[in-house]
Nanobody, 123 residues
Framework: QVQLVESGGGLGQAGGSLRLSCAAS????????MGWFRQGPGKEREFVAA????????YYADSVKGRFTISRDNAKNTVYLQMNSLKPEDTAVYYC????????????????WGQGTQVTVSS
């Protein structure tokens, strides 16, 4: 069982930056793949980024590639999402997610979810 708590959302400006954090409980955090999803207004939840337990494998959605960076600190049980060059279309509730490996995580299979944090980007 993994419990996830996101923080760092808020209001950003187009072209600006925000950093999301996700603190996980449980001693097995370092064995889980971690990721971020988002759900914009009137849209389905979509994959944003994922990182393997070691940090050796990282995946991004095409829409955020080159602008967002996912990272993790296993000593702090925390995963981060650095969001640069923000666009209004990045406005969404961002969810932290955990799964045993990156494959199921990207497919939203057997995933633990955080409660979400709102990110709003103004133009």
């Amino acid at each position: 069982q993994v419990q996830l708590v996101e923080s760092g959302g808020g209001l950003g400006q187009a072209g600006g930056s925000l950093r999301l954090s996700c603190a996980a409980s449980g001693r097995t955090f370092s064995s889980y793949a971690m990721g971020w999803f988002r759900q914009g207004p009137g849209k389905e939840r979509e994959f944003v980024a994922a990182i393997s337990w070691s940090g050796g494998s990282i995946y991004y959605a095409d829409s955020v590639k080159g602008r967002f960076t996912i990272s993790r600190d296993n000593a702090k049980n925390t995963v981060y999402l650095q969001m640069n060059s923000l666009k209004p279309e990045d406005t969404a509730v961002y969810y932290c997610a955990a799964a045993r490996t990156t494959g199921p995580l990207v497919r939203s299979e057997g995933v633990y979810w955080g409660q979400g944090t709102q990110v709003t980007v103004s133009s």
